[in-house]
């Protein structure tokens, strides 16, 4: 999900205008055994059957055994249903999920690797580890599905219940109980972003909007378990003539994620990536554009049930030179452009959050309150849209949900456009620093 950067921040920025891949790691569903021991149930039932035979000796016939069928063994899943509905513990019954792409760290803090200090340190973090390598392997089941069933003349509206229903189910909460989308689900809404929209647009109730032939679609979508978040996203285009948009953004992306360690600076990041990615140009329909990061938009560290941390990570050179620290959580997303790479707010808004600094306020207005008593109790500070609202029965709920966000307790996240008729593209993979390697946990075969 994206964070964008205040403008304060932007006119820092000191953008270069002269324009000058990554190791994947996937894994598949590994399948268990189970089902019942039945092995010894016929011998009994035969025994039985032999001892009633001898006891009939008399009528000068012996009674005939009867003999049960062997009852069928249950088997395991061993694959993936289609549409992904088979919760991914039953892959991995000990609790173990698949690690994602583990990188050394260079330079000065190689010495990580192999100190046993550092060892312990990351073995205390176990728990934690496995939420998100759960979280993340249920990413991967989740997009590589929605990879091949997406398809022009869908609705977004049924992409994005295609998405959502399937996380849900994967990871064994349906949300509609109070409090169960607290404990795992959703990290944030199905962002389906079209053409020169960049983020922040998932479709509300009643949305028409189709799939087109010749549209570029940013898909971005999180997991969480116990709040621990997943946030990766892909894009879309079933005509090749967008290759090149797509193949800039992901080696940003790519990029950003290879210079990303302990103790490197943000704008370093920044300045790689934006090196990276408009060294590309693409031609559409005979007119060929350079490629342009954009500029207002940032990669973020992600905290517990907290989308956007307090770190944000540029895309173009100049500005923060804060430095990545040990035990953080990044979202490393890049965007390219062929417009002004710049992007606005624009559209209806449809994604939500509580702020996890939320003001203690008078709330004059009954329905608000009783909103945010919903909120509270089915999503925490977690983002939510309008659609979930619709889904756990509310409804009315729009003059309530505008009074808190005019009184400062939930933030909207309004779509954020470039130029129309322009064409966007976003990667992202979400990555932790553990104390002895960077281990990036969104990784899989397709990017």
Not at 60 to 77: F, L, T
Not at 345 to 365: C, F, G, I, T, W
Not at 392 to 405: A, C, E, R, T
């Amino acid at each position: 999900m994206a964070a964008q950067v205040p403008a304060a921040e932007l006119a820092k920025l000191k953008l270069n205008s002269n324009a000058t891949n990554g190791k994947s790691k996937g894994s598949a569903p590994n399948g268990t055994k189970t089902g019942g021991d039945e092995d010894h149930e016929d011998s009994d039932d035969d025994a039985e059957d032999d001892a009633g035979a001898n006891g009939s000796a008399t009528t000068g016939a012996a009674k005939k055994k009867k003999k049960r069928k062997p009852k069928k063994k249950k088997a395991a899943a061993k694959v993936q249903s289609d549409p992904p509905r088979v919760p991914i513990s039953n892959f991995y019954p000990n609790g173990q999920y698949p690690v994602g792409e583990e990188v050394e760290y260079k330079n000065e803090n190689a010495y990580r690797t192999t100190s046993e200090e550092k060892r312990h340190l990351d073995r205390m973090n176990n728990d934690f580890l496995q939420e998100y390598r759960q979280g993340a392997e249920i990413h991967r089941q989740v997009r590589q599905w929605a990879q091949k069933s997406i398809k022009p003349g869908q609705t977004l509206t049924e992409i994005a219940e295609g998405i959502e229903d399937s996380v849900r189910a994967l990871t064994g909460h349906p949300g509609l109980e109070e409090g169960d989308a607290i404990k795992g689900g959703m990290g944030f809404p199905t962002g389906l972003n079209i053409n020169h929209v960049a983020a922040h647009y998932s479709p509300n109730a009643g949305n028409k909007w189709i799939l087109q032939e010749k549209d570029v679609m940013k898909v971005d979508f999180g997991v969480h378990i116990n709040g621990r978040i997943v946030d990766s996203a892909w894009t879309m285009a079933f005509d090749p003539q967008y290759d090149n948009l797509l193949n800039a953004v992901q080696d940003g992306t790519n990029t950003g994620v290879r210079e990303a360690g302990i103790d490197v600076r943000m704008s370093d990041i920044g300045a790689a990536i934006q090196e990276a990615m408009e060294s590309y140009e693409v031609t559409i329909e005979g007119t060929t554009y350079p490629v342009k990061c954009i500029r207002n938009l940032n990669g973020h560290t992600i905290g517990q049930w907290q989308i956007h941390g307090g770190k944000s990570v540029p895309i173009v050179k100049g500005g923060d030179q804060t430095k990545m620290e040990e035990g953080e959580t990044y979202a490393i997303e890049t965007f390219g452009s062929t417009g002004k790479g710049y992007v606005r707010d624009d559209m209806e808004v449809s994604h939500y959050a509580k702020r996890a600094d939320a003001p203690n306020v008078p709330l004059r207005v009954s329905s608000a309150r009783t909103l945010l008593n919903v909120i509270n109790k089915n999503f925490g500070t977690l983002p939510f849209c309008r659609r979930y609202l619709d889904r756990l029965g509310q409804d009315k709920y729009l003059l309530g949900l505008n009074n808190l966000v005019s009184s400062g307790i939930v933030e909207g996240y309004p779509p954020l456009v470039d130029t129309k008729g322009s064409y966007t593209a976003q990667f992202e993979h979400t990555f932790l620093l553990r104390p002895t390697v960077k281990e990036v946990i969104s990784r899989g075969d397709d990017y």
